[in-house]
């Protein structure tokens, strides 16, 4: 495995949605997350991470050392057995501080998103925890965002009808009822559209622990642009990456240890380099990423970080260097 990345990198991404639901809130019928006192929509760090998650397990095939421990409808404790099976002392019960570590340690080796994002391994069998290096804060759209609840007919029924035992029994029961009888109302929560601004952050200290790497990084920029691409529903409408700042502190003193240790700590905060980004818009109801215009304020940028663009779609990417 390639050595940790050595530089600290916080990005902002912009990305829409056109006539879906970005984020449903289940609290909440499954309706589009919003701020109630700004009815500007929101996004949570665990629907991106899950996006990041469905890319790379698409296209690596989940296969280690890329594959994703949380992944629908599985038993996180089934991996962490193996962990323990493939490692010196195999399974045993009340696992000390070492057979924890070798655990966690093959972990980190063999599942991707344990070394970007971290995880709680002692959910039965003992792994430990990991703190990822890779964060999400929670997505907020640029303005506020209109919440529709639209009525949907559904022209058939799922009834499980007492007593029927065969096929035909069911065919029976569906001749014996008014056509009326055989349709279902439904609901579906959509927006009409809206931009949202992401912002992350990525920890070359926590790097160190669990060995995400420069290949990791190259494949997680990959994942962030295209994480909509194959994670296509009608109830998410039209989602999209369009545009991804990767701020890269490489530090300043002419002495090259030193600037390593400026490169690992960060030579900015980052809302200082968030704030480098300024999109407006003169639309009073924007429909398309088209009523927006992005600026970036390079003349601001502090002595010490770089920044790239990345672009979805663009030839090339992730940009070398990043």
């Not at 399974?91 to 000390?96: H, L, N, R």
């Amino acid at each position: 495995m390639s050595d940790a990345i050595k530089n600290r990198y916080e990005f902002l991404f912009l990305f829409d949605c056109e006539n879906g639901n970005p984020n449903g809130d289940p609290d909440s019928g499954n309706a589009p997350r919003v701020d109630p006192q700004d009815m500007r929509g929101l996004v949570s760090d665990v629907a991106q991470k899950r996006r990041v998650r469905n890319y790379v397990q698409t296209a690596r095939g989940n296969a280690m050392p890329n594959a994703i421990f949380i992944e629908h409808a599985t038993n996180l404790n089934t991996k962490i057995v193996k962990a323990h099976e493939e490692t010196k002392g195999g399974m045993v019960e009340d696992a000390g501080r070492e057979k924890v570590a070798l655990a966690r340690a093959w972990m980190c080796q063999n599942f991707y998103d344990v070394r970007a994002f971290g995880a709680v391994m002692s959910t039965g069998p003992n792994a430990g925890q990991v703190r990822g290096p890779v964060q999400f804060a929670f997505a907020r759209s640029l303005d506020p965002i209109l919440p529709l609840d639209a009525s949907i007919t559904r022209m058939a029924v799922a009834e499980n009808v007492k007593g029927a035992k065969s096929s035909k029994d069911y065919e029976k029961w569906e001749a014996e009822q008014a056509e009326d009888e055989l349709r279902t109302m439904g609901r579906k929560s959509l927006i009409p559209y809206g931009l949202y601004v992401g912002k992350g952050f990525i920890s070359a200290h926590l790097a160190e622990g669990t060995g995400f790497s420069d290949d990791d990084l190259k494949l997680f920029w990959e994942a962030l642009l295209n994480m909509y691409e194959h994670d296509r529903s009608a109830s998410k409408g039209l989602m999209s990456v369009r545009e991804v700042f990767v701020f890269k502190h490489v530090g300043t003193d002419s002495d090259a240890k030193q600037r390593g240790q400026q490169a690992k700590l960060g030579c900015a905060p980052a809302h200082r380099l968030f704030d480098l980004v300024k999109v407006k818009t003169g639309v009073e109801a924007p429909r398309k990423y088209e009523d927006y215009t992005v600026a970036f304020d390079k003349a601001g940028l502090p002595k010490g970080v770089e920044v790239s663009f990345l672009v979805a779609g663009a030839k090339g990417y992730p940009a070398p260097g990043v």
